[in-house]
């Protein structure tokens, strides 16, 4: 099917860095952890509206959190037990890998990491995993050992709120990495230039107007590279000296034509700190990170004002601070243009949004950590289902990331199709009439509970003006909310004389649940309610 | 009204799969082919008109016969004997006098009124006694299902899995004006769709979507809705059938006036346009009358007689416009409502939740007449008192299955869930 892009010009939003001192009210506080942690449940909101925007955004970007426990051994079935590692054992100790476990451990390591955001504490972290995971790019798929794409993802969660240049240079020597751009079996022989590549168009200086790096810095970063191995009975990266191009490395004019002097030994591996020390001495470096984190929690399309008013400001405070992202995340996130309401709803949801957020914003119960096998089981089924609308955690379609954090014009409209929107209905809609089930468990919407979470909910108007405010970043028009109100929630009955006719339903079912010609009524209703509210296109914006 | 994706079904959209072959091959031992081989009720289609709230019969069809009783019950709303629009043939009753329409179309032979329509033990909830009526159940009972997509499931199993195709390449109900009615919900899904917005349904014809604010949201929001509208499975063929229409009757009100006019005018056209649709839905608010139902200084007056004159106006347009597009010997019409009200008035000028009403059933198929008689209204009143039943509300529905759609009685057993007894709604030249 051939696709119109609506060549709508939307208004620019011409707000800067400096400090946001409007309104705090539920729809500021919801956008901040819309756009910082997955979905905005309404404790959450009211946790952080007891705050001021800087000190909320202190407490999300707060780096204390200890690390979660690592994965566990949920794996085992009728045709393979892990002889190894008990049930319910951590499996990331062992270091032995065959046909039977690695596959399993994969599977159990991505349940693991949905898990991980399905259950996130009050913190920027996950989301922050999520975006150095789309700009790191690895995949399990290429990568091939659950043990390396664990340590990957730990790498990306210890460094989630450090230091950029620090995670570039861990990165580059993380077997994961090493695995997925060949880094390991590059040699002085046969230098493989595809980290040396993606480090400089992808992961650092990029491939905007600033950046002017050449094919001849290309080859030269590869020799500069060669000398790392992959140690296969630790699971670790090794440096062999004598895999290592020792002849001196020329860079372009866009480095100053700085040579990198070739050296010896274990001493060599330096060589690499000076290649990054090189690439960070470009100012692109910092527009460009900062250009990618605007893309990511703001909005695709950086205008003229935009790249002025907040790109430039950002990059500079960057390099000022060495690199460090929390400043640079602070500045943003409490920025006038971050709270500037034009931006409210701007992003399509991304699916692991789509999906978690939901979860999270209907508090949908997964099973306890007690009950790995099924915790697991389910967070793989919703997992799954992310995947299904083309974001599959751990395996990125390639290393440039998702398409839609980069691809112009379209950018996060190419996550809604003519396969993936009803994809996305159908999911909504099965998780409020039956959700998912396994060993006679269920996992679901309880369209009940969120209902009695609102203010008033046996007022219709509360209850929806409540549910809307609480799932949508944008506001539904009066006609609307009225149009929902009469067709769901009274039957077609209309006019204000009508409202007591949900609210006698409401309270009789409060004082008498077992009713159950009037518990149909109610849970129907609302089911009807919330599977209209999460099917209408306002429910995937961000 | 400015809802906007309206045209995404609550239906959840699912890809068309098994277009010919394999589907028609599933469907070849469908009781609908077999209806289809008996050359009746195939290309008949069933319109309900749902009038919410609880439409107060005794002010809609009124009993001359007994009108003293009628008057003394609810002087203060009482129509004057004088006003009552006249039934050839019927002199002991009458039609509320904002309804010279539907007096034209029961005086042509076009329209019968079934009186006394309820149920046992009928239920005095809104919402209960909604449920009872669209899923057909017993007033102890709790149907997951509709009633009219229990019908639909029978007729068309495998739906959707196996839909549309080349037999039912069109929706098998549509719903205009509100999402999809429980009366559509089949075992696991809704039956039908629904165009809940007339606004959407021109919007669709003209390759329009609804205009979003000049905002990032907005264009998102646009992008969103663009694509819903693709990726229903219906907007083509609802299109290509609404195109083939030009023109309607003159009879309807500009649009925005009466908008059960508004959606019955979309049902001719989709009709006319050739769609196989079986049965619509629309519906019309406002009846729970339990204040000021008619202005004090003339009781012909006010928000009943204004509920009633739209009416009136819509399915006398409605089946002008039939006749005009030729196909109005395939449409036949019921409306309903919840309950009728009490046959007492109450001090507010109104009348409170009740039993029994009559339905209209109108078409150039129906047997013109009255079924039952003039509701008795019993001495010593209270004001707890209730019309009672005369028919049981699915013994429409089982006529019209039957007759109308030629279901035998063992389908609409099924569909019903009991035998009910048929009554003579579908005249026998049809």
Known sequence: MTLIIPMANPASVTSGIR????????????????????????????????????????????????????????????????????????????????????????????????????????????????????????????????????????????????????LVRAMTAEPAMLRYLNGYVSTKAHPDENYGRELQELFTVGKGPGSHYTESDVKAAARVLTGYTINYKTFTTSYDPNRHDEGDKQFSAFYDNHIIHGMKGKEAEGEVDQLIDMIFSRDEVSKFFCRKLYRFFVYHTIDEPTEQNVIEPLAKMLRKKDYEVVPVLEALLTSQHFFDAANYGGMIKPPVDFTVGLCREFNVPFPAASEYVDQYGFLEQVRNQAAGLQQNIGDPPNVAGWQAYYQTPEYDKLWISSDTLPKRNQFSDRMVNNGFARNGKKIGIDVVAFAASLPNPEDPDKLIAGSVQALYAVALSPEELQFIKSSILLSGLVGMSSDHYWTNAWVAYQAKPDDKANRNTVTNKLKNLYRHLLDLPEYQLL | MRRRDFFRATLPVVIPSLINGVSLKALADSPFLRTVARGAGGDRVLVLIQLSGGNDGLNTVIPLEYYSAYHSARANIALPEDKVLRLQGFDGTGLHPAMPELQQLFNAGKLTIVQGVSYPQPNFSHFRATDIWLTGADASQILPTGWAGRYLDQQYPHFPQDYPNTVMPDPLAIQVGSLVSPALQGPALPMGMAISNPNSFYDLIDDKVETTADTRAGDQLAYIRQMAVKTDQYAGVIKKAAQKVTKQSDKYPAAGKNPLADQLKIVARLVAGGLKTRIYLVSMGGFDTHARQTDGTDTTTGAHARLLARLSEAINAFQDDLTYLQVGNRVMGMTFSEFGRRIQSNASGGTDHGVAAPVFVFGEGVQPGIIGVNPVIPDHLTVNDNLTMQTDFRAIYSSLLEKWFAADPAETAAVLLKNYPTIPLVGEKV
């Open chain 1, 19 to 166: 400090r946001y001192k409007g309104d705090w009210t539920p729809v500021q506080a919801a956008h901040l952890l819309r756009r910082t942690m997955f979905g905005a449940p309404r404790e959450d909101v009211d946790h952080f509206l007891k705050k001021s925007p800087k000190k909320a955004v202190r407490e999300l970007l707060q780096n204390d959190h200890p690390l979660p426990a690592p994965p566990v051994n949920n794996y085992n079935d009728d045709k393979y037990t892990d002889a190894e590692i008990a049930p319910g054992a951590d499996w990331t100790v062992s270091l032995k890998y065959d046909g039977m476990n690695n596959g399993r451990r994969k599977n159990s390591f991505k349940s693991w990491w949905f898990g991980l955001m399905v259950g996130q504490d009050r913190s920027i972290r996950e989301k922050m995993v999520l975006f150095w995971h789309n700009h790191f790019v690895t995949e399990t798929n290429t990568v091939d050992n659950a043990l390396f794409c664990y340590r990957y993802n730990v790498l990306l969660r210890q460094h989630a709120l450090g230091n950029f240049k620090t």
